[in-house]
Nanobody, 122 residues
Framework: QVQLVESGGGLVQPGGSLRLSCAAS????????MGWYRQAPGKSRELVAV???????NYRDSVKGRFAISRDNAKNMVYLQMNSLKPEDTAVYYC????????????????WGQGTQVTVSS
């Protein structure tokens, strides 16, 4: 009933930039937090950045000052601007959203996108 679709990944050289986008669609009543996670080969999925419906933002320490998360509530979209990319940022990036959806009584659940590959390499 709710789908998240990411876009914007790709191959970039160290020091370069990418902008990820995630669109949520379906029978959505409201979206609480939206965030970006990443998973590198052989590693656990980790939180990169999260933004609440009110605009409160948190970043993991390693991306502070380089990445910026934002959202467009009217369009049910979340973005991740990634600057000064490093090889250690290479991973599959996943969008996550805490969504209230359906009909009365509404359901609430967390949803994931399919992921988009980000590769930082020269």
């Amino acid at each position: 009933q709710v789908q998240l679709v990411e876009s914007g990944g790709g191959l970039v050289q160290p020091g370069g930039s990418l902008r990820l986008s995630c669109a949520a669609s379906g029978n959505i009543l409201s979206i609480n937090s939206m965030g970006w996670y990443r998973q590198a080969p052989g590693k656990s999925r980790e939180l990169v950045a999260v933004i609440s419906s009110g605009g409160t933002i948190n970043y993991r320490d390693s991306v502070k000052g380089r990445f910026a998360i934002s959202r467009d509530n009217a369009k049910n979209m979340v973005y991740l601007q990634m600057n000064s990319l490093k090889p250690e940022d290479t991973a599959v990036y996943y969008c996550n959203a805490d969504v209230q959806y359906g009909r009365v009584p509404y359901n609430r659940n967390g949803f994931w996108g399919q992921g988009t590959q980000v590769t930082v390499s020269s």
